[in-house]
């Protein structure tokens, strides 16, 4: 199933080649994006409990995540990681509409952090392209734990 959703959304070797790429590059300001996610989180009053010292763990986890996704071969491991996440984010009964437009949210800091990037607009245009890739492939595993069956 996940080479099928792979295929479907064309992540091609050359895509994945770029991964570590896009990650360089957004790495140096993850702190400061997760730090401005979790406090504009806190800020909307989610049912979900963000103490300071829930939200430095969270920090580094997700970065973790990040790091581990834009160099994913996307195989089983990866998989797996992701599907824990999913289901950690169900257990704590995140609602959907928050957990995409936490995606949503994070996809847009990491393409600001691209368009401000010294490079050629091709070059820009070929790595934001591939985040969207990448950020979709997240979180269309993430969230298919919520219910559907597309690990079966
Ligand atoms: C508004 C959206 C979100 C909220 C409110 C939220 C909240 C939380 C909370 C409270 C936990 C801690 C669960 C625990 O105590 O173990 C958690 C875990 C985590 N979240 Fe989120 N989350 C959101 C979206 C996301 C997104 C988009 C990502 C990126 C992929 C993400 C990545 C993680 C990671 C990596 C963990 C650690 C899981 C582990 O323990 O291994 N979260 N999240």
């Known amino acids: 199933m996940i080479e099928k ?3 479907f ?3 091609s070797d050359e895509t ?3 991964g570590p790429e896009i990650w360089q590059i957004i790495e140096p300001r993850a702190d400061a994006i997760l730090e401005n996610f979790y406090t504009k989180t806190g800020a ?3 049912n979900v409990d963000l103490t300071p010292d829930t939200v430095e763990r969270l ?5 973790q995540h990040w790091r581990a ?3 994913s071969k ?9 599907r824990r996440l999913g289901i950690r984010h169900r257990e704590i009964n995140l609602d959907l509409a ?3 437009l936490g995606y949503a949210a994070l996809k847009v800091a990491f393409t600001e952090v691209i368009i401000d990037s010294p490079m050629p607009p091709i070059k820009k245009g070929r790595y934001i392209k591939a985040l969207e890739k990448y950020v979709a492939f997240d979180m269309a595993l993430a969230l298919s734990t919520y219910g559907a069956t597309v690990f079966d």
């Open 74 to 82: 996307f195989d089983e491991e990866y998989a797996n990681s992701v």
């Open 69 to 71: 996704l834009f160099s």
């Open 5 to 7: 959703l792979r295929s």
């Open 59 to 63: 920090i580094g986890k997700q970065k």
């Open 44 to 46: 909307f009053d989610i």
């Open 9 to 11: 959304i064309e992540i």
């Open 16 to 18: 994945s080649q770029w």
């Open 98 to 100: 928050w957990y995409v």
